[in-house]
Protein backbone atom coordinates (compact mmCIF):
# COMPACT_ATOMS: atom_id res chain seq x y z
CA UNK A 1 0.00 0.00 0.00
CA UNK A 2 2.73 2.25 0.72
CA UNK A 3 4.43 1.62 -2.47
CA UNK A 4 1.67 2.42 -4.47
CA UNK A 5 1.34 5.84 -2.45
CA UNK A 6 4.83 6.61 -2.82
CA UNK A 7 4.75 6.10 -6.60
CA UNK A 8 1.59 7.92 -7.44
CA UNK A 9 3.36 11.11 -5.28
CA UNK A 10 6.19 10.64 -7.59
CA UNK A 11 4.25 10.67 -10.56
CA UNK A 12 2.53 13.32 -9.32
CA UNK A 13 5.31 15.49 -8.45
CA UNK A 14 6.94 14.59 -12.07
CA UNK A 15 3.70 15.73 -14.14
CA UNK A 16 3.45 19.25 -12.10
CA UNK A 17 6.92 19.58 -12.83
CA UNK A 18 6.43 18.83 -16.56
CA UNK A 19 3.60 20.63 -16.60
CA UNK A 20 5.19 23.92 -15.54
CA UNK A 21 8.33 23.75 -17.57
CA UNK A 22 6.30 23.25 -20.78
CA UNK A 23 3.46 26.03 -19.10
CA UNK A 24 6.12 28.66 -18.41
CA UNK A 25 4.83 28.77 -14.97
CA UNK A 26 8.68 28.35 -13.86
CA UNK A 27 9.58 31.38 -14.90
CA UNK A 28 6.58 32.97 -12.24
CA UNK A 29 7.74 30.81 -9.60
CA UNK A 30 11.12 31.95 -10.32
CA UNK A 31 10.27 35.52 -9.65
CA UNK A 32 8.09 34.63 -6.43
CA UNK A 33 11.44 32.78 -5.38
CA UNK A 34 13.12 35.65 -5.90
CA UNK A 35 10.46 37.95 -4.49
CA UNK A 36 10.13 35.90 -0.88
CA UNK A 37 14.31 35.64 -1.26
CA UNK A 38 14.90 38.99 0.75
CA UNK A 39 12.48 37.87 3.90
CA UNK A 40 14.63 36.94 6.82
CA UNK A 41 13.39 35.13 8.92
CA UNK A 42 14.53 33.34 12.68
CA UNK A 43 12.71 30.34 12.38
CA UNK A 44 15.58 27.97 10.74
CA UNK A 45 12.76 25.70 9.55
CA UNK A 46 11.29 28.10 7.13
CA UNK A 47 14.64 29.47 6.16
CA UNK A 48 15.60 25.92 4.82
CA UNK A 49 12.04 24.95 3.48
CA UNK A 50 11.65 28.30 1.47
CA UNK A 51 14.22 27.45 -1.39
CA UNK A 52 12.16 24.43 -1.68
CA UNK A 53 8.57 25.38 -1.67
CA UNK A 54 9.03 28.66 -3.83
CA UNK A 55 9.31 27.53 -6.85
CA UNK A 56 7.65 24.53 -7.03
CA UNK A 57 4.32 25.43 -4.50
CA UNK A 58 3.80 28.84 -4.39
CA UNK A 59 2.54 29.05 -7.90
CA UNK A 60 -0.57 26.97 -7.50
CA UNK A 61 -0.90 28.51 -3.33
CA UNK A 62 -1.20 32.14 -5.00
CA UNK A 63 -4.29 30.90 -7.26
CA UNK A 64 -5.89 29.05 -4.38
CA UNK A 65 -8.90 31.38 -3.45
CA UNK A 66 -9.79 31.19 -0.16
CA UNK A 67 -10.93 35.46 0.41
CA UNK A 68 -12.11 34.94 4.41
CA UNK A 69 -8.88 32.22 5.61
CA UNK A 70 -6.52 35.09 3.76
CA UNK A 71 -8.05 37.67 5.67
CA UNK A 72 -8.22 35.65 8.86
CA UNK A 73 -4.09 34.91 9.01
CA UNK A 74 -3.12 38.33 7.16
CA UNK A 75 -4.55 39.38 10.71
CA UNK A 76 -3.01 36.75 12.97
CA UNK A 77 0.59 37.42 11.02
CA UNK A 78 0.40 41.13 11.47
CA UNK A 79 -0.53 40.65 15.10
CA UNK A 80 2.36 38.32 15.69
CA UNK A 81 4.84 40.64 14.30
CA UNK A 82 5.50 37.95 11.28
CA UNK A 83 4.74 40.23 8.33
CA UNK A 84 8.04 40.82 7.38
CA UNK A 85 8.88 37.30 7.33
CA UNK A 86 5.88 35.70 5.32
CA UNK A 87 3.16 36.57 3.88
CA UNK A 88 -0.02 34.27 3.20
CA UNK A 89 0.95 32.46 0.28
CA UNK A 90 4.00 31.87 2.45
CA UNK A 91 1.83 30.07 5.17
CA UNK A 92 0.31 28.20 2.53
CA UNK A 93 3.08 26.70 0.93
CA UNK A 94 4.96 26.07 4.26
CA UNK A 95 1.99 24.19 5.16
CA UNK A 96 1.91 21.82 1.71
CA UNK A 97 5.54 21.71 1.59
CA UNK A 98 5.66 20.41 5.63
CA UNK A 99 2.40 18.24 5.45
CA UNK A 100 2.65 16.63 2.18
CA UNK A 101 6.15 17.05 0.33
CA UNK A 102 8.43 16.43 3.44
CA UNK A 103 6.45 13.12 4.35
CA UNK A 104 6.36 11.96 0.91
CA UNK A 105 10.21 12.61 0.35
CA UNK A 106 10.47 10.50 3.53
CA UNK A 107 8.54 8.21 2.35
CA UNK A 108 9.62 7.48 -0.58
CA UNK A 109 13.27 7.50 0.69
CA UNK A 110 12.55 4.60 2.62
CA UNK A 111 10.68 2.54 0.09
CA UNK A 112 13.79 3.07 -2.24
CA UNK A 113 15.93 1.46 0.63
CA UNK A 114 13.60 -0.78 2.14
CA UNK A 115 13.62 0.47 5.46
CA UNK A 116 10.26 -0.65 6.98
CA UNK A 117 7.62 1.86 8.34
CA UNK A 118 4.27 2.32 10.00
CA UNK A 119 1.72 3.93 8.02
CA UNK A 120 0.55 5.66 11.49
CA UNK A 121 4.39 7.40 11.40
CA UNK A 122 3.81 8.87 7.93
CA UNK A 123 0.46 10.22 9.08
CA UNK A 124 1.41 11.72 12.56
CA UNK A 125 4.14 13.22 10.22
CA UNK A 126 1.68 14.76 7.79
CA UNK A 127 -0.66 16.05 10.40
CA UNK A 128 1.88 17.24 12.67
CA UNK A 129 3.57 19.18 9.68
CA UNK A 130 0.66 20.40 8.31
CA UNK A 131 -0.36 22.32 11.51
CA UNK A 132 3.27 23.04 12.25
CA UNK A 133 2.72 26.67 10.79
CA UNK A 134 0.13 28.38 11.96
CA UNK A 135 0.69 26.26 15.78
CA UNK A 136 4.28 28.37 14.95
CA UNK A 137 1.97 31.53 14.02
CA UNK A 138 -0.35 31.45 17.15
CA UNK A 139 2.23 30.86 19.63
CA UNK A 140 4.35 33.70 18.47
CA UNK A 141 1.32 36.44 17.91
CA UNK A 142 0.35 35.09 21.64
CA UNK A 143 3.69 35.66 23.41
CA UNK A 144 3.81 38.65 21.46
CA UNK A 145 0.37 39.87 22.78
CA UNK A 146 1.07 38.78 26.41
CA UNK A 147 4.43 41.36 26.28
CA UNK A 148 1.80 44.33 24.91
CA UNK A 149 -0.41 43.37 28.13
CA UNK A 150 2.51 43.94 30.52
CA UNK A 151 3.97 46.98 28.86
CA UNK A 152 0.30 48.52 28.29
CA UNK A 153 -0.22 50.32 31.65
CA UNK A 154 2.98 51.69 32.13
CA UNK A 155 3.02 53.28 28.02
CA UNK A 156 -0.93 54.80 29.39
CA UNK A 157 0.65 56.03 32.42
CA UNK A 158 2.99 57.72 30.66
CA UNK A 159 0.81 59.44 28.17
CA UNK A 160 -1.44 60.21 30.92
CA UNK A 161 1.20 62.05 32.87
CA UNK A 162 2.66 63.98 29.62
CA UNK A 163 -0.86 65.16 28.00
CA UNK A 164 -1.38 66.49 31.56
CA UNK A 165 2.00 68.38 31.57
CA UNK A 166 1.07 69.94 28.64
CA UNK A 167 1.83 67.99 25.90
CA UNK A 168 -0.38 66.95 22.62
CA UNK A 169 -1.00 63.65 21.49
CA UNK A 170 1.41 63.25 19.34
CA UNK A 171 3.72 64.63 21.74
CA UNK A 172 3.18 62.42 24.34
CA UNK A 173 2.92 59.22 22.18
CA UNK A 174 6.85 60.64 21.26
CA UNK A 175 7.94 60.94 24.49
CA UNK A 176 6.64 57.21 25.25
CA UNK A 177 8.74 56.05 22.13
CA UNK A 178 11.64 58.13 23.94
CA UNK A 179 11.38 56.62 27.01
CA UNK A 180 10.03 53.63 27.26
CA UNK A 181 12.16 50.19 26.59
CA UNK A 182 11.46 48.94 23.44
CA UNK A 183 9.07 46.07 23.20
CA UNK A 184 6.27 45.49 20.22
CA UNK A 185 3.99 47.76 22.40
CA UNK A 186 6.64 50.37 21.48
CA UNK A 187 7.43 49.42 18.03
CA UNK A 188 3.38 49.55 17.03
CA UNK A 189 3.45 53.17 18.73
CA UNK A 190 6.72 53.96 16.57
CA UNK A 191 4.71 53.36 13.12
CA UNK A 192 1.51 54.79 14.40
CA UNK A 193 3.36 58.24 14.59
CA UNK A 194 5.15 57.31 11.25
CA UNK A 195 1.21 56.82 9.56
CA UNK A 196 0.58 60.43 11.35
CA UNK A 197 3.53 61.81 9.96
CA UNK A 198 2.56 60.51 6.56
CA UNK A 199 -0.34 62.62 6.24
CA UNK A 200 -3.23 59.62 7.67
CA UNK A 201 -5.55 60.96 9.82
CA UNK A 202 -5.04 60.53 13.77
CA UNK A 203 -8.05 58.54 14.19
CA UNK A 204 -7.51 56.30 10.38
CA UNK A 205 -3.68 55.84 12.25
CA UNK A 206 -5.06 54.53 15.53
CA UNK A 207 -7.81 52.19 13.84
CA UNK A 208 -4.94 50.50 12.23
CA UNK A 209 -2.96 50.47 15.69
CA UNK A 210 -5.85 48.18 17.23
CA UNK A 211 -6.12 46.24 14.14
CA UNK A 212 -2.81 45.41 13.93
CA UNK A 213 -2.24 44.53 17.37
CA UNK A 214 -5.48 42.92 18.03
CA UNK A 215 -6.29 42.51 21.96
CA UNK A 216 -9.12 43.61 23.57
CA UNK A 217 -7.70 46.36 25.44
CA UNK A 218 -5.74 47.70 22.87
CA UNK A 219 -9.26 47.87 20.86
CA UNK A 220 -10.81 49.15 23.76
CA UNK A 221 -8.41 51.80 24.40
CA UNK A 222 -8.18 52.91 20.61
CA UNK A 223 -12.44 53.49 20.47
CA UNK A 224 -12.24 55.56 23.45
CA UNK A 225 -9.33 57.91 22.31
CA UNK A 226 -11.52 58.24 18.23
CA UNK A 227 -14.18 59.64 20.70
CA UNK A 228 -12.43 61.53 22.74
CA UNK A 229 -10.82 62.99 19.64
CA UNK A 230 -13.78 64.28 17.66
CA UNK A 231 -15.90 64.86 20.86
CA UNK A 232 -12.81 67.16 21.69
CA UNK A 233 -12.83 65.75 25.50
CA UNK A 234 -9.58 66.15 27.61
CA UNK A 235 -7.36 63.26 26.63
CA UNK A 236 -5.67 63.08 30.00
CA UNK A 237 -9.23 62.16 31.87
CA UNK A 238 -10.08 59.45 29.62
CA UNK A 239 -6.59 58.07 29.48
CA UNK A 240 -6.71 57.88 33.49
CA UNK A 241 -9.77 56.13 33.48
CA UNK A 242 -8.60 53.63 31.02
CA UNK A 243 -5.15 53.08 33.41
CA UNK A 244 -7.36 51.74 36.10
CA UNK A 245 -10.19 50.18 34.16
CA UNK A 246 -6.87 48.18 32.34
CA UNK A 247 -5.42 47.09 35.91
CA UNK A 248 -8.81 46.42 37.46
CA UNK A 249 -8.91 43.93 34.01
CA UNK A 250 -5.83 42.47 35.09
CA UNK A 251 -6.44 41.99 39.04
CA UNK A 252 -9.70 39.97 37.49
CA UNK A 253 -7.86 37.83 35.20
CA UNK A 254 -5.43 37.11 37.91
CA UNK A 255 -8.16 35.87 40.30
CA UNK A 256 -9.88 33.85 37.71
CA UNK A 257 -6.52 32.37 36.86
CA UNK A 258 -5.89 31.38 40.62
CA UNK A 259 -9.30 29.97 41.17
CA UNK A 260 -8.60 27.91 37.85
CA UNK A 261 -5.22 26.45 39.09
CA UNK A 262 -7.16 25.53 42.73
CA UNK A 263 -9.38 23.44 40.23
CA UNK A 264 -6.57 22.23 38.25
CA UNK A 265 -4.38 20.88 41.03
CA UNK A 266 -7.36 18.28 41.56
CA UNK A 267 -6.78 15.56 39.44
CA UNK A 268 -2.93 15.70 40.10
CA UNK A 269 -3.52 15.42 44.06
CA UNK A 270 -6.10 13.05 43.61
CA UNK A 271 -4.31 10.23 41.39
CA UNK A 272 -0.85 11.03 42.27
CA UNK A 273 -0.02 12.66 45.61
CA UNK A 274 -2.78 11.21 48.35
CA UNK A 275 -2.21 7.60 46.81
CA UNK A 276 1.50 8.14 47.51
CA UNK A 277 0.33 9.50 51.33
CA UNK A 278 -1.68 7.07 52.38
CA UNK A 279 1.13 4.53 51.24
CA UNK A 280 3.13 6.44 53.42
CA UNK A 281 0.78 6.54 56.47
CA UNK A 282 -0.92 3.02 55.88
CA UNK A 283 2.05 0.85 54.71
CA UNK A 284 3.90 0.38 57.58
CA UNK A 285 1.35 -0.81 59.51
CA UNK A 286 0.05 -3.27 56.98
CA UNK A 287 3.12 -5.03 56.88
CA UNK A 288 3.49 -4.83 60.26
CA UNK A 289 0.55 -6.50 60.49
CA UNK A 290 0.78 -8.93 57.88
CA UNK A 291 3.90 -9.57 59.78
CA UNK A 292 2.28 -10.28 63.30
CA UNK A 293 0.54 -12.88 61.42
Known sequence: ???????????????????????????????????????QTKNALLRMSRPIYAPL???????????????????????????????????????VHLGLIVPSALLVYFLLTGTNISWWLIGFMMIGGYFYPTMWVNGTRSRRQFEIQLQLPFVID??????????????????????????????????????IQLGTTRADALRDFGWRVDLQEISSLVAVLV???????PLGAVLRVQSDLIRTQRFTNAEKKGAAASQKLLFPLIFFIMPAVFIMIFGPVILGFLGGK
Open 227 to 233: TADQMGS
Open 1 to 39: MLAYIGIMICGGGVFYACRNLLSGELEGAAASRLEVAGK
Open 158 to 195: LLTLSTEAGLDFIGALQKVVEKTRNGPLVSEIERMLQQ
Open 57 to 95: IMPYTTKFEAVEWRKKWKRKIISAGLEDELDVDDLMAFR
